[in-house]
């Protein structure tokens, strides 16, 4: 082997160095714009599906203030008809109770019967003033 035939075999061995690098590197700017591709739609979808979820947050966040203000306005209606309930429990407190209404009905009939007695004394001593009269 001649030395002529050697650079002529160091040349085919850099040819095909050269190839399989430049090869290597076409393959990965080509796969590099293949994932860049896909990165880009799927963070394009990502994008949209971020701005529908800003919205939908967005009505949550108006749904929440809303019932916070109900919520406001029903412990407050709660408070003024606890106020009101207690007026009422302290209004029937001093109201008469059955047993009031009974011994009341006692007390009643003892006033009769001693009505009765008295009214009998009153008719006995008109009759005694009647015939002290005559």
Not at 4 to 14: A, C, E, S, T, Y
Not at 31 to 36: A, K, S, T
Not at 107 to 119: M, Q, V
């Amino acid at each position: 082997m001649s030395w002529f035939d050697g650079l002529k075999l160091v040349d085919i061995l850099i040819g095909l160095l050269i190839t399989g690098f430049g090869g290597g590197y076409a393959l990965l700017v080509w796969l590099h714009g293949r994932m860049q591709a896909a990165a880009q739609a799927a963070t394009a979808s990502l994008g949209a599906a971020q701005a529908r979820t800003a919205e939908r947050l967005d009505a949550i966040e108006c749904d929440l203030k809303a019932q916070a203000a109900e919520a406001k306005a029903g412990r407050e209606a709660v408070s003024r008809l606890d106020n009101r309930v207690t007026s009422v429990e302290r209004a029937v407190a001093v109201l008469p109770s059955k047993d009031d209404f009974h011994a009341l009905a006692l007390t009643l009939a003892r006033i009769d019967e001693r009505l009765k007695s008295y009214g009998a004394s009153v008719e006995r001593i008109q009759e005694w003033l009647t015939e002290q009269g005559r």
